[in-house]
């Protein structure tokens, strides 16, 4: 059982810090996102290659508070490609889950 199968289907933030974490990664979304897809439980994100650095530190924080869903982060020359998986535990929530990742 990997630990995002085992983490609980919630996020561990307060909720004032959950308002200015949604703030920032809408923030990031609308300066650095290029194009992003849903396909069911997982979403897949595109970024300007120069929010490489925030990126990282929006997985890092996600990681940390959200346990239950899975980062894949790829970079390219030209773009940071994340994908986000959610637990099929999740599929009733995933809508409210990925909502704050797009702008």
């Given at each position: 059982?990997?630990?995002?199968?085992?983490?609980?289907?919630?996020?561990?933030?307060?909720?004032?810090?959950f308002k200015d974490r949604v703030g920032w990664i809408r923030?990031?979304?609308?300066k650095s996102l290029r194009s992003h897809h849903r396909d069911?439980?997982?979403?897949?994100?595109?970024?300007?290659?120069?929010?490489?650095?925030?990126?990282?530190?929006?997985?890092?924080?996600?990681?940390?508070?959200?346990?239950?869903?899975?980062?894949?982060?790829?970079?390219?020359a030209d773009a940071i490609h994340l994908t986000i998986t959610?637990?099929?535990?999740?599929?009733?929530?995933?809508?409210?889950?990925?909502?704050?990742?797009?702008?």
């Open positions: 059982m990997t630990s995002a199968e085992s983490a609980p289907i919630a996020c561990t933030l307060a909720p004032g810090d923030e990031l979304s609308a069911g439980l997982m979403l897949e994100l595109t970024y300007d290659r120069a929010a490489a650095v925030d990126v990282h530190e929006f997985v890092r924080r996600e990681q940390a508070c959200c346990g239950f869903l899975r980062f894949d982060l790829r970079e390219s959610a637990p099929l535990e999740a599929q009733s929530a995933a809508d409210d889950v990925f909502a704050h990742f797009v702008a």
